[in-house]
Structure formats: C-alpha cells, structure tokens
C-alpha cells in the first residue's frame, strides 16, 4: 500500500551483470527450473522428443515453439474441469494451468537441413507445414510446486494445445459481416486456429486472453492483385507478400489469391476458458482487428470492464476498450459477455501531458460511407485506419499496455521505432529514429490507486527513455530515476521494452527484445513506479544469446516468477547443424529449445522483496 512506498530494500536482489553467452543468468540468491521445453511431453503416452521424425499429431501432444505470454491460473483443489467459476477465486499457488502463447516457428533453429532463414520458408513440404502449424497456438498444462521445483502433471484432465486445426467462433460485433466470410465458412463466424500469439491477458472470470500479432506472415499472396481496393490496402497493410513463407501452397486458406477474406479472420483478441478443456475459443471482434501485443484488463466491481492494448508496429496506436455493461464479481455468467459488447477507443497524446480516448464508431466524425466504412464491422476490421482518420497518436512500436494495481496507473511500453522520420516526433515519441524505445505512464484522474479508467481524459507523462544513459547520441539516451540522479549502476539500463509484469507490491518488471543490439542479453529489469527509486531499474534476469525474454508472471503469493525464453540461439544464420548453443539441454542430439523457467528465491521468500 501506500505506507509502504518504494524503498532501495524492496528490491534487494544482487544485480547481474551485462553479459552475452550461452547461459540464462540470475542474481545469486535465486534458482530456475527448466519447468517446459519445446517438444516436451504434455501426456505421459507421448514418447520421447526427436526433432527430426517429429509428425503433426505428435506435436499436438507436446509444448509448441517460440513461447511467449505465460498466464497461471490457479486451481482450487476442490473444483474439477468445467468448473472455472470456482477455481477463479482461487489464489493456489502452489498448483495451477500454466497457458503459454507459441507465437512463431524458426525451421532452420528446429529441424535439421535448413541453412538459412530463406529456404526455411519456401519449399517446405506438406507435412512439414502440418508441424509448424501444430506448434503454434497455446499450450495449456497443469502445472504443480512438488520437491523437486515446479513439475508439470502429465496426467492432467486439463492439459490442451490450442493450434491452426483448433475450431473457434468468431463473436461481437463484426462477426458474420461478409467480411469474415469463406468458402469454407459462408457463415463467418467459425475458423480453424489462432497465429501469431504473442502477449496476452488474464480475466477476473477465469479466462485467458491470446492476441493475434503478426499473423500476415503465415499468408502469401499479392495484395495487388486483389480486386476490392479496400481487401488490397488491408492486406498491404499487414505485410502479406508473395515471398512470405509459403504455407498458402499446402494449406490454400492462406494462399490470399484463392482465399481473399481468410487473414480478416485473423489479428483479433482470442479468449478462452482454460478450466474447461472442451470448451470452444472465441475470436473477440470489439477489441479490434490489428498487430495485437496483449489486451490486459481493469477489473473494478460495479463499473465497466477496461482493458489496454497497443498494436505492435511502427506509427500504430494505443487503444482501449470499456465494456457496456457492468464488472460483476459473483455472477460468473454475467461477466462472460463483457468482452463482446462495448467501445474501442484509440489514444490521443497531447503535448503537456494531456490525453484523450477517441471512440471507434461507425457514424462518428470521419467513420463514415465517404470514407470507405459500410458498418461497423469495417470500423472494427480496419481499425488502424479508423484511429489514424480519428487522429490517434502514431507511436514507437506499442507492445504491453499494462495497469499496476497498487498505483492504478497504466503503462505502456513502446520498443522502438526506427522508421520515425525527425519531423515526426512528438511529446509522446519524442526521439527520431527511437532504437532503444520508452515507457509512458497514463494518469487516469483520481486519487492514487482509485482511479477512473473509463474517463476519456487522462494524463501521461514519460516513464523512462531506454537506452545508455551516457550514449552520445541523444536519440539513444536513456533517462532513468530522475528523482535520485546516480540510482542505477552500470548494468541497470536496458533497451527496447516489451512485456511488462507487476509484482504484489507494484514493482515494474520488464523484460526486453533487442538488447543484444547493444552488446548484451535480453532478460528482465525490475523497478519501483513510486517514490523516490521510481524508475530506477535494477537487472534481475538475463537471456542464453539469441533468446528475447517473455511472459513474466507472477504467481500470487509472489514467490515463483515464470520467464519464457524464446527463440535462444537466434540470430547469425544458425541452424540445426551449426547453433551458437544448444540451451538449455546442452545435448548435441538435441537443437537449442525455447522454454520457460520457474525462478525461486533460495530462501522462498517472495522475489525481489
Ligand atoms: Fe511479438 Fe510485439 O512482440
Ligand atoms: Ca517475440
Ligand atoms: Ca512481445
Ligand atoms: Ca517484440
């Protein structure tokens, strides 16, 4: 609470050093357990792991590729499947679902015979294809805190991948437009799968949120050669290209010459129940249709539901949504339908400090007929061109957009931007060229940790700037802890934010993609938001090369802290045959595995305390 503002002992951790090899790294007092592998079992019938006669089916039995958002949801120990309504009061934290996001395949880092990232891409066979796309999605698997460390449960009712064969509806308000409508699904509300799963969300209803990022990469096609001028721009504008990998010539749904509206049924909001292993994902349409990061909610009882996202590419937009109706925390039925009915807004950064949320409606200001919107599911469909029409703020590279519960203050993280010209810096994106990126504090008004996330004002203003504090260049200056100039160490900045994660006692825990630009690891930087170390970022965790770092999530009690390692050994053509490294099993029959640890304090203590 508020007596117990941010002090230099709230995180007393031994800082780790900027480094680059081929470890994971921790402060001395920790300890991490290799808790899931790419290809690990998650039923106790699936054999062995062995990359080279991996089939689709058997990757459907085992923890997919490229981990990233990492939710736990408690289990209740007296509640069983289908009984989320139970287990979502729970605060176990010793026992849980673990649902982790898959968000990309690397052939040329899994499978042996790939030189270079190019030939990884095309050419591939069918069955080939079938693998990838069966290791991408969702993994959901029991997990439990055993002597051992954490453990998975193999024989878990709950374990379940979620891949490209997974069937989901489609609901809210685009759903059914002609829009989404396919040869194969005339109806537009039914489709086979989620892609490009990057970041996500919890609900207070015992739901995951999974977002779509950069799924224009899994369709290939020439958005030229689309009739309709509005499909044209929108496939253009998600980076669907003749040379993207070539999944379209064995699965034709993502061949866009023979399949126009398929990638309008991706790049959504996907929810989920993880406590009912038969129960059917739902594509959420009211939070838009863009580059997803996560969507993370505010969830107060009695007011509407918020939630936060940012759109992950450059000049994209930060974007809000309030739901209709009202947070009711005992009627579990109720509360299921918040996420479908509701207003999306798009973020409007003012110089001085001031904001403003702008709503997505059809009808209002520029989103009408005359500029191409027949409905409002063509609001929700191109909705980076509705906010740009609107004048939202282009930013650098949204990714989390994230609340702390203690100060109730947003944050967002922007990564960077390399494409922002000079003369399209603002207050909000202030530094051409931004490589290092920043973090921004919205304010909504209200007093500290009661605040009003439904108004449409707010205040903002610049958390940090990533980056060396002493580079010369001053678009690559960092700007730490204001309030106490000489707070960090040599090791305590970092650059190009992604994921963001809360401790219980509101400390900011960031973990980075692009470090190694900058001659060190990826991996988490822990921070107080208040007082007078507001800012001041210590290093806790750092990255095997190549790897960025994913996920954080706390459970509960705020003892184990879950890191996703995606992607380790990256980078420099590498491949099977020749990787960097081989983290983290170090077997030379085995190619490096991205996996999530379960960090704990030596002591049990809660970490960072
Ligand atoms: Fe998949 Fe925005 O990182
Ligand atoms: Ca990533
Ligand atoms: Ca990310
Ligand atoms: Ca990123």
Redesign the pocket.
């Known amino acids: 609470g508020k007596s117990a503002r941010h002090t230099r002992e709230n995180l007393s951790f031994s800082e780790i050093p900027h480094t680059l090899d081929a470890r994971h790294h921790l402060p001395k007092e920790y300890s991490a357990n290799v808790l899931l592998r790419w290809g690990d079992p998650l039923v106790a019938s699936a054999g062995s792991f062995n990359p080279a006669t991996l089939t689709a089916s058997e990757q459907e039995k085992r923890f997919g590729y490229n981990n990233?958002f990492i939710g736990y949801m408690p289990l209740d120990d007296k509640a069983g499947p289908g009984e989320g309504e139970h287990h979502c009061r729970s605060r176990n934290s010793a026992r849980g679902l673990l649902c982790v996001n898959h968000?990309y395949t690397q052939p040329h880092l899994m499978f042996s015979g790939y030189n270079d990232k190019y030939s990884a891409t095309r050419g591939v066979s069918a069955e080939h294809v079938a693998v990838e796309q069966a290791a991408c999605g969702h993994t959901v698997v029991e997990i439990e805190q055993t002597a051992d460390g954490w453990q998975p449960v193999l024989s878990s009712p709950y374990n379940r991948r979620i891949s490209l064969n997974t069937p989901m509806h489609i609901v809210g308000p685009a759903a059914g437009d002609r829009r989404l409508q396919t040869a194969a699904d005339s109806s537009g509300t039914r489709v086979f799968g989620t892609v490009?799963n990057?970041?996500g969300g919890k609900t207070p209803w015992g739901t995951v949120l999974i977002a779509e990022?950069?799924f224009g990469g899994a369709f290939q096609g020439d958005p030229d050669n689309i009739a309709d001028p509005v499909e044209s721009l929108n496939h253009h504008a998600f980076g669907i290209a003749p040379d993207n990998r070539n999944w379209g010539d064995h699965d034709r749904r993502f061949d866009i010459g023979v399949e126009p509206h398929e990638p309008n049924r991706f790049g959504w909001m996907v929810e989920y129940d993880p406590y009912d292993p038969d129960s059917t994902p739902r594509k959420l349409t009211s939070l838009g249709r863009f580059?997803h990061?996560g969507f993370t909610l505010v969830s107060k009882p009695g007011q509407p539901i918020v939630a936060y996202g940012g759109d992950?590419d450059e000049h994209q937009f930060v974007y809000r949504y309030v739901s209709s109706d009202i947070y009711k925390p005992d009627d579990f039925s109720h509360n299921r339908d918040l996420l479908i009915d509701g207003t999306l807004y798009a973020a409007r950064f003012d110089e001085g400090g001031s904001g403003r949320w702008l709503p997505l409606l059809f009808g209002q200001g520029p989103l009408t007929r005359e500029n191409g919107f027949r409905n409002q599911a063509d609001v929700l469909i191109d909705a980076r061109r509705a906010a740009a029409l609107l004048g939202a703020t282009p930013m650098d590279?949204p990714?989390d957009v994230e609340t702390n519960s203690v100060n109730d203050c947003t944050y967002v993280m922007l990564?960077k931007n390399k494409k922002r010209d000079s003369d399209e810096i603002d207050a909000a994106n202030p530094r051409a060229r931004n490589a290092t990126g920043h973090v921004l504090e919205i304010v909504p008004p209200g007093q500290y940790g009661r605040r009003d996330h439904t108004s449409d004002t707010f205040k903002w203003n610049t958390f940090l700037l990533g980056g060396n504090p002493n580079a010369e260049n001053p678009n690559e200056r960092g700007a730490y802890g204001q309030q106490l100039p000489g707070a960090i160490s040599a090791n305590g900045w970092f650059a190009n934010p992604?994921n963001v994660a809360f401790d219980p006692r509101g400390n900011m825990w960031i973990a980075t993609?692009g470090c190694e630009g900058f001659g060190f690891h990826d991996g988490l930087w822990a921070m107080a938001t208040d007082g007078e170390l507001r800012a001041a970022p210590k290093h806790f965790f750092g990255c095997p090369q190549g790897a960025e770092a994913c996920g954080p999530e706390f459970t509960p009690d705020g003892k184990t802290l879950f890191v996703a390692v995606q992607h380790p050994a990256d980078g420099g053509g590498s491949t099977f045959d020749r990787p960097l490294h081989r983290w983290p099993d170090n077997d030379p029959a085995l190619p490096p595995r991205p996996a999530v640890l379960a960090i704990r304090r030596r002591n049990g203590n809660e970490i960072g305390s």
Do not use: F, K, P
């Open positions: 990233d968000e490009g990057c970041a990022e950069g580059e990061e992950d590279r990714e990564t992604d993609d």
